[in-house]
């Protein structure tokens, strides 16, 4: 195991995918949203997005699921580590009613495999993980069945799929409420978009500023070095 950064929480690697950025911006996203008690992580790897929300809500309950047994077992791990309550299930989430009661969580994250349909990968972690059936409208109506009225959702994905997760998002009564564009330079094109909707929620999204992850002098932003607890 390795500390995430100084005096901060440990973790152990997924054994098929590593630490990305799409992951811990995303859980610096979703941290900046209410106070939430319970939270699910579809599609949760070894577990890195409840090891860095527990950061940010000590109290609360995390659950998590995965298709694949072997990141199941390090996502316990990690949680046993930093003391973290909830449970982790190996089980498809395509199949959400059998994650639990509806309406249970507040909040429900998910960093996706981006690339739903084509070739699937030869390396058979990856291509559980990246089945070309899984689609915004799976996920979201996964978020949708675990989500209290209120509850939020939220999610990294390519820009070039935005229209295809609105539609899925409303389609499975998530309102989009929250997004912000991520670029690589302030003069590059959008690499990723952070979404959060509202289940239940009204129309009016709010479009913050680009999260821009590389200043001119090639070295981190202020807000990345804050966000990797660099400063």
């Known amino acids: 195991m390795k500390r995430l950064w100084s005096q901060g929480p440990v973790y152990a690697d997924d054994p098929a995918f590593k630490i990305t950025t799409d992951s811990v911006l995303l859980a610096a996203f979703a941290g900046e949203g209410k106070p939430f008690r319970r ?11 409840s090891v860095l929300l527990h950061e940010k809500c000590p109290d609360a309950v995390f659950d998590s699921v995965d298709i694949r047994a072997d ?24 199949r959400y009613r059998t994650l639990g009661e509806p309406g249970q969580y507040d909040l429900v994250v998910c960093n996706p495999p981006y690339y739903y349909a084509g070739k699937p990968s030869p390396d058979p972690d990856r291509a559980a993980a990246r089945d070309e ?7 979201s109506g996964a978020a949708s069945y675990l989500l209290h009225r209120g509850g939020t959702f939220c999610l990294v994905h390519k820009p070039e799929f935005l229209t295809d997760i609105f539609a899925a998002m409303r389609l499975a009564d998530i309102e989009p409420k929250r997004m912000r564009l991520v670029t690589h330079k ?15 929620g009204r129309p009016g999204l709010a479009v913050g500023p680009n999260l821009i992850l590389e ?4 070295k981190a932003t202020e807000e990345v070095r804050g966000i990797y607890h660099m400063r």
Request: net charge negative.
């Open 215 to 218: 200043g001119a002098d090639g």
């Open 71 to 94: 990141a199941a077992d390090v996502c316990r791990e990690n949680y046993a580590a930093n003391g973290i309550n909830g449970d982790v299930l190996c089980a498809d989430m395509r």
């Open 39 to 49: 939270c699910m992580d579809l599609g949760c790897g070894g577990g890195l997005l």
């Open 186 to 200: 302030a003069d590059s094109a959008p690499s990723l978009v952070l979404l959060a909707g509202r289940r239940g």
């Open 133 to 139: 059936a899984l689609s915004p409208a799976q996920f």
